[in-house]
């Protein structure tokens, strides 16, 4: 069975610095990890993803993240917030096999950005 | 390329009422998922189709909840009858076999 932990439900920062959204995973599987980003009133849009390749995986507007198998954690950073940063992000895994794609979702993390 | 398209947007019934929601898939996605998000969670996959076949709908509380894919494109998902608890967004998403998932924009139910 597969689960995410994100361990922070708010993150708030100020703009212009930096952005650490927090997860640790668990898996039976080599997993594939994801962060997607949700605005209100729009769907889910993906960041970035890892599967199985560089361990630093960097995704649209400057958000990266590191895979750390030692750890299980897969942490979002972002070396400076913008004000259109403010979301809801989530952390998934999934094991891909033949069954096909299972995603299984964190709880979420809402990061807000004062000015 | 065209997105996933879900309708309604909203859509608000009493208790015991029957709902339907509708999804387009992008065109060529043969998987198509569908999610139930309660506020303040993150979504919670309900049913996988391949095809108009079902992969997995462990999930789907199939007293009340059904869902259909007949020609392998567009899908349907209905409860009959809501509980207050089925309050929730409903999102649709797709795929190319198993890579990224796509989203649509989703639907708010509100049970009274």
């Known amino acids: 069975a597969q689960s995410v932990t994100q361990l922070d439900s708010h993150v708030s920062v100020s703009e212009g610095t930096p952005v650490l959204l927090r997860c640790n995973y668990s898996?039976?599987?080599?997993?594939?990890l994801f962060w997607y980003v949700q605005h209100p009133n729009k769907g889910l849009q993906l960041l970035l993803k890892?599967?199985?390749?560089?361990?630093l995986v960097k995704g649209i507007n400057g958000f990266e993240a590191e895979f750390k198998k030692s750890e299980t954690s897969f942490h979002l950073t972002k070396p400076s917030a913008h004000m259109s940063d403010a979301a809801e992000y989530f952390c998934?895994?999934?094991?891909?096999?033949?069954?096909?794609?299972?995603?299984?979702f964190g709880g979420g993390t809402r990061l807000m950005v004062k000015p | 390329e065209a997105g996933v398209a879900q309708s309604p947007r909203y859509k608000i019934i009493e208790k015991r009422q029957s709902v339907a929601f509708w999804c387009n898939p992008i065109s060529g996605h043969a998987t198509l998922y569908w999610y139930q998000q309660i506020l303040g969670q993150g979504p919670k996959l309900l049913i996988q189709?391949?095809?108009?076949?079902?992969?997995?709908d462990s999930q789907l509380p199939k007293d009340r909840f059904s869902a259909e894919r007949l020609k392998g494109v567009d899908s349907t998902l209905k409860i009959q009858p809501a509980k207050l608890e089925d309050s929730a967004v409903y999102l649709c998403?797709?795929?190319?076999?198993?890579?990224?998932?796509?989203f649509g924009p989703g639907t708010r139910l509100t049970v009274l």
């Open positions: 189709f391949q095809n108009n076949g079902v992969v997995d």
């Open positions: 898996s039976s599987y080599s997993p594939s």
């Open positions: 998934v895994v999934s094991d891909m096999d033949n069954a096909g794609n299972m995603l299984t």
């Open positions: 998403a797709s795929s190319f076999g198993i890579n990224e998932q796509f």
């Open positions: 890892y599967t199985s390749a560089a361990t």
